[in-house]
C-alpha cells in the first residue's frame, strides 16, 4: 500500500503562482512513476503532468507546457507540480497518483495509476 498526500493547494489571482507537494509513504517511493491529474466541476480527470521513476522523463498536457513544472525528491518521498502564470481554466482539484511501473518512463493513463490521494483544491480568479 501506498498512502499519498497532497498539500499546497488555495486561492490564487491570475498570473500567480502555487506550488503542490505530494507525500508519498508505505513503500520505496523511487519504484514508483507518479503523476498529477486535475479534475473540473462537471469534468473529466484528466493527467496534467508525468514523471518517471529517477525524474529523468517528463510529460505535460499541452495546456500546461512553459507553465507547469513536475519534480520529485526521492530522497523526500515527494513529488512536486510547480505552477506558474496560472489561469482561471487551471481551477480544479489536482491529485496525484503513484504507478508501480516496471521501468522509468512516464505514463499518460490513468489506469496505470494504482494509488492517488484525496486531492487538493486549486482555485485561479480573475
Known amino acids: 500500500q501506498v498512502q499519498l498526500v497532497e498539500s499546497g493547494g488555495g486561492l490564487v489571482q491570475a498570473g500567480g503562482s502555487l506550488r503542490l507537494s505530494c507525500a508519498a509513504s508505505?513503500?520505496?517511493?523511487?519504484?514508483?512513476?507518479m503523476g498529477w491529474f486535475r479534475q473540473a466541476p462537471g469534468q473529466e480527470r484528466d493527467l496534467v503532468a508525468a514523471?518517471?521513476?529517477?525524474?529523468?522523463?517528463?510529460y505535460y498536457v499541452d495546456s500546461v507546457k512553459g507553465r507547469f513544472t513536475i519534480s520529485r525528491d526521492n530522497a523526500k518521498n515527494t513529488v512536486y507540480l510547480q505552477m506558474n502564470r496560472l489561469k482561471p481554466e487551471d481551477t480544479a482539484v489536482y491529485s496525484c497518483?503513484?504507478?508501480?511501473?516496471?521501468?522509468?518512463?512516464?505514463?499518460?493513463?490513468?489506469?496505470?495509476?494504482?494509488?492517488w490521494g484525496q486531492g487538493t483544491q486549486v482555485t485561479v480568479s480573475s
Open positions: 497518483a503513484a504507478n508501480p511501473a516496471r521501468r522509468d518512463d512516464y505514463y499518460l493513463v490513468q489506469y496505470d495509476y494504482n494509488y
Open positions: 508505505g513503500r520505496p517511493f523511487s519504484s514508483f512513476a
Open positions: 514523471i518517471s521513476w529517477s525524474g529523468g522523463s517528463t
